[in-house]
């Protein structure tokens, strides 16, 4: 397998304050790699790293190509959805609108797309004229998901999925988000509090303190280890 | 889109946004058509202000539309889009004056003032806008002395005169004669609005430009150009300007450049009016002025013409005492 997304070394900041000190890792073509880490560790700086959302340094491959020169729609561009914290759902537009922004970059028409988005998440249809703003948060969850889907990218950053969902919701997405993964080889690389369930549905992970990567292997190597089932698995 | 959806489509956004209103809102809406209707029945005097106010409402509303534009994509008050309706305007004059027509003349304007705008927007709004909005809106009153000087410079500060687009025809309606002036006026200036709205509402465009307005970082990150949308945001507001100071012209019956100066403060009392994050009530906001402006100076004792520019800003400051988030503002819709 290649990695179809390679960090090497990457360093970014906050005006003066160090959020990732050289990172490095790789993300196999068609697999789920989960970040672990407790907070402040840099899980999510690494993804807005990756989508050109905070200054950085350092060398992001993808596909061949490098990242760390473009700025966000750039990188959107190039096959990567970021559903970021706090799920960056457009509120004051409808459900159909945040559905047509996530396919963007696309040329011509997308009701293809929408009808493949729809199989997925059959309630989207019938509320497509509702204002997102007045969807419970779940289905504000689900929205930014399905409009990362219709993008069709060939990378999914996915940031905290599961906050402040209740955990049926939190099952159902990554049910989905496997089911995405294993019927059309979608890429996933996703940050996740809940350890359990991220190493379920991963493939490999990498463990994230201070900015560093303490930790990296298979999900099989991560549960096996002491340190790991210590500090997030709780046992 | 096929056309029957999207008339539709259309007939239901508009239905939607009637439903939307804050009661009292629609509510006065309606009484004050109610009232005109009546009024204008009863007294010709009064229907030939109504018709007049309508037609110069509608150029109101049309630069007013254009400040909201600005405003919501940019959170910049742009003090200069009456002096830069000014200017396209005396490009239309020079254009006549070298041989094309009215209309043709019109149309090219209208593209130039487009690439004039988002130009602007490019050289002098985006370099200082990063570092704080109070820049940017200096810079923007700093245009507005440039631009007047400019023009000053080309083409003097002499009158003007520029061919009539509408013809010289009167209409009889009843005992109510009608100059075409007036219905044409209010038909371009609302062709115009209702063409900008459809780009916004049914346009690819049009969504990437309201996203990127909305939540310019959400925007990037599934692919919008948000700096692009930015800049042709300042260039459609500038077409909208165009429109004003092409439609004002006529009104006054000729060109100088003080042309839209008192029109920049009923514009912005109409966007406040309306509430400056809204575009239909920007509009609305406008024909409200246009008739009022007209209606009271006619009605009202001691409020003579002299008084207008005062009155206008008397509502504005009345609009930001009691309601300062207009008539078509409205609380966000979210849940958490």
Redesign the interface.
Known sequence: MTALLELEDVEARYGPVHALHGISLAVDEGSVVAVLGPNGAGKTTTLRAI?G?VRRSGRIQFGGRALHRL???GV??LGI??V?EGR?T????TVW?NL???A??RRGSVQSELERVFTYFPWLSERRRQ?A?????GE?QMLALA?AFV?RPRLLLLDEPSLGLAPVLVAELFRIVRDLNETEGLTVLVVEQNAHLALQAADAGYVLEAGRVALSGTTADLKADDSVRRSYLGY | MTQSAAATSATRAVGGALERLPPPTSLLLVAGAAGLLVGSLRSEVFAQLTVQGLALGAVYGSLALALVLVYRATRVVNFAQGELAMATTYIAYQLIKWGLSYWEAFFATLAIAFVLGTVLELALVRPVQHRSVIAAVIVTVGLFILIDGVVNWIWGGDFKYMPTPFGTKTYHLGGVSIARLYPGMLGVVLVSVVLVWALFRFTKLGLGMRAAALRPAESALVGVRVDWMLAIGWGLAAVLGAVAGLMAEPSQFFLDPTLMQPILVYAFAAAVLGGLESPAGAVVGGLAIGVSLNLVVQYVHPITSELQTPFAFAVLLAVLLLKPSGLFGHREVRRV
């Open positions: 989508s959302t700025g966000p729609d959107a561009r959805a970021h970021p960056g457009f509120s004051e537009l609108e047509r922004l996530g963007y970059t204002q703003g007045t969807l419970s948060g504000q409009r993008h």
